[in-house]
């Protein structure tokens, strides 16, 4: 397989399952050496690790819970630790803690923004200090380092019953067109990537069931609920110099669910 991220180092937070795992995977595949951060799965996180390091590629998992500050300085010590350098930052950990509005609890509300929110600043800040105290090295990439921001189609669609999921990718999709416009002159490219109704243990009960993945195939014009390996090759394409001119820039990969796809024939 051809290796356009050789000599980069990455680090992929929730590496464990769903879509951090294919992206860890595939950036692995691509050559760059991947810490795999899980929270609380460390068994798919390792056997990760192992099928890359079989490949021929560099692989670690380690455990960092990404709403801990301790957690991320750690996180970041251990790739430069293990691998000398820090070049890909995927602030991919994110979950749902979903309930009516109405009933929300406090706690639901803080444990969705920790994660989805203050986890991924964290992350982007942890990484760009690295980045800024390497700066750039031709011979790896163009940039001194790549940031991505994983957001969902939720952070334009608003979503009934998951006020506080929807308002913490509003939110990060912010950060990162913050973010993109801080660091620039660093060298460091920020994205966002907005997957839509993506295979994952998060929205099993969309797609396990006959009857609502039929209803959710309303929702997405290209009908076809996503995999991971969507997510994970767009992300392995924009962290490499192909997307050097690329930043501030959310790309939504869901097919289509974002073209308002009630107005087919509507309207
Ligand atoms: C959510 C999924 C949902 C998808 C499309 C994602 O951000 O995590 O549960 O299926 O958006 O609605």
């Given at each position: 397989m051809n290796k356009p991220l050789q000599n980069q180092v990455a680090i992929v937070t929730g590496?464990?399952?769903?879509i951090g795992y294919a992206i860890a995977r595939d950036l692995g595949m691509k050559g760059a050496a991947v810490l795999i951060d899980y929270r609380s799965e460390p068994e798919p996180a390792e056997a990760l690790a192992r099928e890359i390091i079989a490949a021929g590629g560099k692989a670690v998992a380690f455990r960092a819970d990404v709403s801990v500050p301790e957690d991320i300085t750690a996180l970041v010590e251990k790739a430069v630790a293990e691998f000398g350098r820090l070049d890909i930052m995927v602030a991919n950990a994110g979950l749902q803690n979903d309930a009516p509005a109405l009933e929300m609890t406090v706690e639901q509300w803080d444990h969705a923004m920790n994660v989805d929110l203050r986890g991924q600043f964290l992350c982007a800040q942890a990484a760009a200090r690295q980045f800024v105290k390497q700066g750039v090295n031709a011979d790896i990439s163009r940039a001194s380092g790549k940031i991505v921001s994983m957001l969902?189609?939720?952070?334009v669609i608003p979503w009934m019953g998951h006020v506080n999921y929807a308002a913490a990718k509003g939110g990060a999709k912010m950060m990162m067109l913050t973010l993109a416009q801080e660091f620039a002159a660093h060298k460091i490219r920020v994205v966002g990537v907005s997957p839509g109704?993506?295979?994952?243990?998060?929205n099993k009960n969309v797609w396990d069931n006959p009857q609502s993945y039929k209803d959710l195939l309303k929702l997405i014009p290209y009908q076809r609920i996503g995999e991971p390996e969507d997510v994970a090759k767009l992300v392995s394409w924009l962290v490499s110099d192909e997307a050097d001119?690329?930043?501030?820039t959310t790309i939504y990969v869901?097919?289509?669910?974002?073209?308002?796809?009630?107005?087919m024939g509507n309207g």
């Open positions: 590496g464990s399952s769903g969902s189609v939720h952070d109704a993506i295979r994952t243990d998060i001119y690329i930043t501030g869901d097919g289509g669910m974002t073209l308002y796809p009630g107005f």
